[in-house]
């Protein structure tokens, strides 16, 4: 077992390069590499440290494998022993480039990098373009961080990605046509863990896609993939991007956990105009899975492919989904499944606060369309558990839009049990918690009503209820774009659908211990982080014992909660993320922030 050190403005490549004395400047797979590096191939059990602190210019291709047990490391100082800080490998802001790419190698671990300026533009560039009308003179560029294609038993971890692609906030920069860089590619594989690495100012952090004819090959799997403990924020268009791009992709065993997903859309809403008469601003979401169109007019989708099943779901799990410092609003939502299917487990999510009320946006969960039976892919079979939402927009919102790709096609599944959703706006008075909808006077949808509905706890801040008859009417049933049909209580909606929704449903305060920091309401008011508050129940809480026991799914992250405690093998459980504790006087959200290395 070998160890490398590589310094790029003291090493030479005539060194041995075993050394901090004798580095080399450049790593092996580095095309600018010359003598001793040029001709080494890494293999099984090998180590390449960079000298911490100091910019890495330069593109690197893995070129060897590791084995079980014995993986390559490639390492930016993370003992912290040479140099200081992380080593950087910098873009150097060169159209196309690429920090690490790794195709068909295994037993790779990527670690303690700062990682930054692959295909960016400096304010010095920016400014030698301007704005025309509808549009602007800046030239596409783009970069990628790291790329994965057809790679098993991959880590990248405690690596700070910033500042890929074109990503400011500001003209010269115009919509969705010229925001770009993605940190994290991966086109095949299987057992990749994406873990405890900081992202911001780029377009895709996490981008994880099957992709048909992709050098010169198809790549169709991604099984068993691990993306947790990230903290991914501030000036951002998709947060982490599941696409299906080839026919016969296999996407399963997908885990999403432990996450900071927060403060990304400062790009959208109405107040923001990049450049003049000019309306593609860039749409954002959190984490959004669709599958993708094979043809160019958008209307086939990729075919046969399989998206999760009972025994190998995609599970989004224990994330915080929060904006407690944005000015502005807009795209979709916090969890984005359009045009997505197979089986997806969603749970002990905490979401606060996804877009101001006066910028628009659809809210924390939206769900648009599912797939052709046709085309062989499977229907939805979405499952929404213990989740806890307090925000000014809706916590569910299901739409079939898209002719005959109705969410209720048969054998189709739309679970929401043991959830609380608090509405706290304060200025439109807008309480709709849960909203079923098809655009049925254009396209002939029809709503897609969830097939189990129980155990949710619903609740709306008191206030001016104008816009409806009473504040529990918070489900809205609608059947054109409009939306001008009747919103509902929970009696209602049972009384107008059926009496097998919300039985045991709940319309009640759910008495969270603290809510003295107020959630911001619209794009000019900051009136405090919402992350400050307290989600966890009060003794008194209706949630407490008010659920439905669920360890008969045999889900062994859902028996916990959002803070690890147990939830009981047998009597009911209590609604929302989090069990009933005794508080403490710090406050989960916190705990979870002091917890992470950036």
């Not at 094979?294 to 779901?313: I, R, V």
């Not at 449903?505 to 920091?517: A, H, I, Q, R, W």
Request: charged share 10%; with cysteine; proline share 4%.
């Amino acid at each position: 077992m070998t160890t490398y050190y590589i310094n790029y403005t003291g090493g030479s490549d005539t060194n041995n390069g075993t050394s901090t004395s004798t580095a080399w400047q450049h790593c092996p797979g580095d095309p600018n590499a010359t003598s001793h590096p040029s001709s080494t191939t890494l293999s099984a059990g090998t180590t390449v440290i960079f000298m911490g602190g100091v910019n890495y210019i330069g593109q690197i291709t893995v070129n060897g494998s590791g084995s079980a047990g014995n993986p390559i490391i490639l390492d930016g100082n993370s003992a912290g022993t040479w140099g200081t800080g992380q080593a950087i490998l910098n873009g150097n802001y060169v159209n196309g480039a690429v920090g690490i790419t790794v195709i068909s190698k295994n037993y790779i671990t990527i670690q303690n990098f700062e990682v930054c300026y692959f295909g960016a533009y400096t304010s010095a560039q920016l400014s030698e373009y301007h704005c025309i009308v509808g549009g602007t003179t800046l030239p596409d560029i783009d970069g990628t961080g790291m790329v994965f294609q057809n790679v098993t038993y991959v880590t990248i971890q405690n690596c700070y990605f910033h500042q890929i692609g074109i990503w400011q906030n500001s003209a010269p920069v115009n919509g969705d046509s010229d925001i770009s860089g993605t940190g994290i590619m991966v086109y095949s594989g299987n057992n990749i863990i994406i873990t405890n690495n900081n992202f911001t100012m780029m377009s895709q952090p996490i981008n994880l896609s099957t992709i048909a004819n992709f050098g010169g090959s198809s790549n169709t799997n991604l099984t068993q993939i691990t993306v947790s403990y990230n903290n991914i924020h501030n000036y951002i268009r998709w947060l982490i991007c599941i696409g299906a791009g080839a026919d016969n992709s296999v996407m399963q065993d997908i885990n999403i956990f432990g996450n900071q997903l927060h403060d990304y859309p400062e790009y959208d809403g109405t107040l923001q105009t990049f450049c003049l008469n000019d309306t593609d601003t860039p749409h954002d979401d959190g984490i959004i899975l669709f599958v993708a169109t094979s043809n160019e007019a958008g209307t086939q989708n990729y075919t046969n492919c399989t998206l999760g099943t009972p025994a190998h779901p995609l599970k989004i799990y224990n994330n915080w989904f929060y904006n407690d410092n944005i000015t502005s609003g807009g795209g979709t939502a916090y969890i984005f499944l359009t045009q997505w299917g197979g089986t997806v487990y969603v749970y002990n999510n905490i979401f606060l606060n996804s877009h101001p009320q006066d910028q628009g946006g659809e809210g924390n969960i939206y769900v648009q369309d599912g797939l052709l039976a046709t085309d062989n892919n499977p229907a939805v079979d979405y499952h929404f558990w213990n989740n806890t939402f307090y925000d000014t927009q809706t916590a569910f919102q299901f739409r079939s839009m898209t002719p005959g790709y109705d969410l209720n096609r048969s054998g189709y599944a739309l679970d929401l049990r043991n959830n609380i959703m608090y509405n706290a706006d304060t200025i439109d008075y807008n309480f709709q918690l849960l909203v079923i909808e098809a655009d049925n006077d254009t396209t002939g949808a029809t709503p897609s009503f969830p097939t189990i509905m129980d155990y949710n706890l619903y609740y709306v801040i008191p206030g001016n209820y104008a816009d409806a008859g009473s504040a529990n009417q918070i489900i809205s049933v609608s059947y054109d774009q409009n939306k001008q049909n009747p919103w509902y209580s929970i009696s209602e909606f049972r009384t107008a659908y059926g009496t097998s929704y919300e039985p045991h449903g709940n319309y009640s305060d759910p008495k969270f211990v603290n809510l003295s920091y107020s959630i911001l309401t619209d794009s000019s008011d900051n009136l405090g982080s919402c992350t400050s508050n307290n989600y966890q129940l009060q003794l008194s809480s209706p949630a407490i014992n008010a659920g439905v026991n669920l360890t008969s799914l045999g889900i062994s992250t859902l028996n916990v909660d959002a803070s690890g405690n147990s939830r009981p093998s047998s009597g009911a459980w209590t609604i929302g993320a989090f069990n009933y504790t005794t508080p403490s006087i710090e406050t989960w959200f916190q705990k979870k922030k002091a917890s992470f290395l950036f």
